[in-house]
């Protein structure tokens, strides 16, 4: 399929863009506020994923690779929003932020994500990042142009504000 989408075929390149497009969409719908949002940054993915094929050498996850440049997609789209991240020193929040397995363990994941969607863009995009997609600070900062400390404190950040969120959910869930 790979070397058939490389050739230009539009056959195999509609069977690609059809295999991956629903779970890529996924992907971008964490890191943008709604469906049609997610939509665009889906489509311009797919358009480098065409554009950059030859690149991909074969090691490795293909899927990975996609998702790669789909997160890479969503953080261009996220760059020209010009988003601020605020910096809190870590050591000042408290211990219990966080998330409690037991808690998260009774909410759907539909209803985890949009609890995540409802961060700022700034803590939803860098836990999305380290939590979700595995990137070590170093490389969040590096993607997102922030220090280690600032990319540190937007995670702790939103873990404690998800805390919170999901602690509300559940007792309102309780009543």
Same mark, same amino acid.
């Given at each position: 399929?790979?070397?058939?989408?490389?050739?230009?075929?539009?056959?195999?390149?509609?069977?690609?863009?059809?295999?991956?497009?629903?779970?890529?969409?996924?992907?971008?719908?964490?890191?943008?506020?709604?469906?049609?949002?997610?939509?665009?940054?889906?489509?311009?993915?797919?358009?480098?994923?065409?554009?950059?094929?030859?690149?991909?050498?074969?090691?490795?996850?293909?899927?990975?690779?996609?998702?790669?440049?789909?997160?890479?997609?969503?953080?261009?789209?996220?760059?020209?929003?010009?988003?601020?991240?605020?910096?809190?020193?870590?050591?000042?929040?408290?211990?219990?932020? *966080?998330?409690?397995? +037991?808690?998260? #363990? =009774?909410?759907?994941?539909?209803?985890?994500?949009?609890?995540?969607? @409802?961060?700022?863009?700034?803590?939803?995009?860098?836990?999305?990042?380290?939590?979700?997609?595995?990137?070590?600070?170093?490389?969040?900062?590096?993607? *997102?142009?922030?220090? +280690?400390?600032? #990319? =540190?404190?937007?995670?702790?950040?939103?873990?404690?504000?998800?805390? @919170?969120?999901?602690?509300?959910?559940?007792?309102?869930?309780?009543?």
């Amino acid at each position: 399929m790979i070397t058939g989408c490389r050739a230009g075929k539009r056959d195999l390149q509609k069977a690609l863009y059809m295999r991956f497009s629903a779970k890529m969409l996924g992907v971008c719908l964490r890191y943008t506020k709604n469906r049609e949002e997610a939509e665009d940054v889906l489509q311009d993915g797919f358009v480098k994923v065409f554009h950059h094929l030859s690149q991909y050498t074969g090691t490795g996850s293909f899927e990975g690779w996609i998702r790669r440049i789909m997160v890479n997609s969503a953080l261009e789209h996220i760059r020209k929003k010009k988003i601020v991240y605020s910096h809190t020193d870590v050591q000042n929040l408290e211990d219990d932020c *966080l998330l409690d397995a +037991e808690v998260m #363990s =009774k909410m759907a994941v539909q209803d985890l994500l949009a609890l995540i969607r @409802e961060l700022s863009p700034g803590y939803q995009i860098v836990f999305n990042l380290y939590a979700i997609e595995g990137y070590p600070h170093k490389e969040i900062a590096e993607m *997102l142009d922030i220090s +280690e400390g600032t #990319s =540190k404190s937007q995670l702790a950040r939103a873990r404690k504000i998800l805390q @919170e969120k999901l602690n509300k959910n559940v007792v309102s869930k309780v009543r």
